[in-house]
């Protein structure tokens, strides 16, 4: 996904702002009381509706949680929207990330365990993620540890396909290797 930044006269399109507009509207949420329900201010929430702002997964999870929407869903819209939009099994489906205790697992979690997994499956270092991505060490670090949360969604996309994987992939659970 490209930065969605406005020009001075003509506004450009943001996949993820749209999702977010779309959404909101559809449960008849205002911007004031999605704001609210996220820890942001409506003028925040504007500029990502806007594009003015790129966001993060973190806000796409709180975002999604607050519309009462699995965060693949609305990940799932605003890929839908992008200009040279991907294929149906490209995008993920709307589905609960659940443990064999019947609880929700973390989105981040199951990211950040996928990154490593599909790294060592294919044997990818780091350093090698790092180059072949072109993205900073500092951010190859965020892609295996919690603060994946502060990556942008053109991020990931860009890891997944350095990976040889699709973004949904990056959010389905792997089962754990069987034991022989």
């Given amino acids: 996904m490209g930065s969605c930044k406005m020009e001075k006269l003509k506004r450009t399109p943001c996949p993820f702002g749209e999702a977010v507009f779309t959404a909101r509207s559809e449960r008849g949420i205002s911007r004031y009381r999605l704001a609210k329900l996220i820890g942001r201010t409506p003028q925040q929430l504007a500029k990502l509706e806007r594009g003015e702002n790129e966001p993060v997964l973190s806000t796409l999870v709180m975002i999604a949680g607050a519309l ?33 205790t019947g609880e929700r697992k973390e989105p981040f979690l199951v990211l950040v365990s996928n990154v ?19 993205l900073s060490s500092q951010t190859i670090t965020r892609a295996r540890s919690p603060r994946i949360r502060e990556m942008s969604l053109e991020t990931l996309e860009t890891i997944a396909q350095a990976l040889g994987v699709s973004v949904k992939e990056l959010f389905d659970e792997r089962p754990e290797p069987q034991e022989t």
Wanted: aromatic share 2%.
């Fill in 68 to 100: 009462e929407m699995d965060p693949c869903t609305l990940l799932r819209k605003t890929l839908e929207l992008l200009p040279d939009s991907k294929t149906e099994k490209d995008i993920p489906e709307e589905r609960s990330t659940e443990a064999s």
């Fill in 116 to 134: 490593k997994k599909i790294m060592e499956e294919r044997g990818i270092t780091y350093a090698r993620l790092e180059a072949v991505t072109g």
